[in-house]
């Protein structure tokens, strides 16, 4: 597979398998009918599938919202993020296979996560991780677990960080993987303000440095910034919602769009300007502090 330095190509990205991507993802067709892959789909809440893969062709189609294409087109809407970013974001993380035609589903089906069980975080490896993260191990120990989950035939343990539609956004030191089925994670405490962030790590930081005063807001942890304009509806039902998205272009292009949108949003991500998102600064802060 030809890349550019380390950097795979458009080309590369599309001729990858789709069902083998939307599988190292976390995400599982309901139904097979030939060629056929049917999902839940990943860009949106929906109880019946009309998220459609053709294997043959290696194309999907949304039906909910009338869209489709290829992989890249998938993964820039999945991700969030613009197609050279995600070029950079896949090839170090995933181990993808080029699409091919098998004459049978036995690889696909074996190849889901299966999540076994949850318990409180006990592992010492991901005690360290924490650590590493800069994460306080009774704050992570709140509202997170550690998740037991299968690949194929192998088990790993991850940190897991539930979603309201009972997926887990799993992470560990080598691991950066979603359950299906994937979504946003809201926690209420009555309050007229709503703080957003794009992925769970920055929450955790917020916390951590928000702890004496956490009740005083709501929160919407996104898990994919695909999820952002899906929710502003919910958002808007709050007075004041303040946007800790990272400092990438996607994540700024939507806090200017939702600024434009209406004066209920606050772009906060300038408390860390010069980092790719609230922990990044965090770590790099007690660092350059010890």
């Known amino acids: ?32 009918r030939g060629n056929d892959y049917w999902y839940l789909s990943p860009l949106r809440t929906e109880r019946t599938a009309s ?17 489709g294409g290829n992989l890249v087109d998938f993964g820039v809407l999945y ?33 889901r996560i299966t999540v076994l069980n949850s318990f409180f975080i006990t592992s010492y490896d991901l005690v360290q991780y924490l650590s590493a993260r800069k994460i306080p191990e009774h704050i992570a120990e709140r509202f997170c677990s550690q998740v037991r989950f299968r690949i194929n035939d192998k088990v790993y343990y991850a940190i897991g960080f539930k979603n309201d539609s009972g997926g887990y956004e799993l992470r ?7 359950s299906s089925p994937k979504g946003v994670t809201t926690i209420k405490n009555g309050s007229y303000i709503l703080c957003v962030f794009e992925g769970f790590f920055d929450f955790l930081t917020y916390v951590s440095l928000h702890e ?17 304009e899906k929710h502003f509806a ?17 994540g700024q292009n939507c806090s200017h769009m939702a600024m434009e949108r209406s004066p209920v949003y606050t772009d906060e991500s300038g408390l860390y300007d010069g980092f790719e998102d609230m922990n990044d600064w965090l770590i790099h802060r007690q660092v350059d502090s010890s």
């Open 172 to 178: 560990n030191a080598l691991l950066k993987l979603s």
């Open 1 to 32: 597979m030809e890349r550019n330095g380390n950097r795979l190509k458009v080309a590369d990205v599309k001729a990858m398998d789709m069902v083998s991507f939307l599988s190292s993802t976390g995400i599982e067709p309901v139904k097979i």
């Open 234 to 250: 919910f958002m808007e039902q709050y007075s004041v919602v303040r946007l800790f998205l990272d400092r990438d272009t996607t």
């Open 51 to 67: 998220f459609k893969v053709n294997r043959k062709l290696n194309r999907w189609y949304d039906h909910g919202l009338g869209k």
């Open 79 to 111: 991700f969030g993020c613009t197609v050279r970013e995600l070029l950079l974001k896949i090839t170090p993380g995933f181990s993808f296979q080029p699409h091919s035609y098998p004459d049978d589903n036995r690889n696909i089906l074996d190849n």
């Open 212 to 228: 004496k005063s956490f009740l005083q807001c709501d929160y919407l942890v996104l898990n994919s910034l695909a999820f952002f």
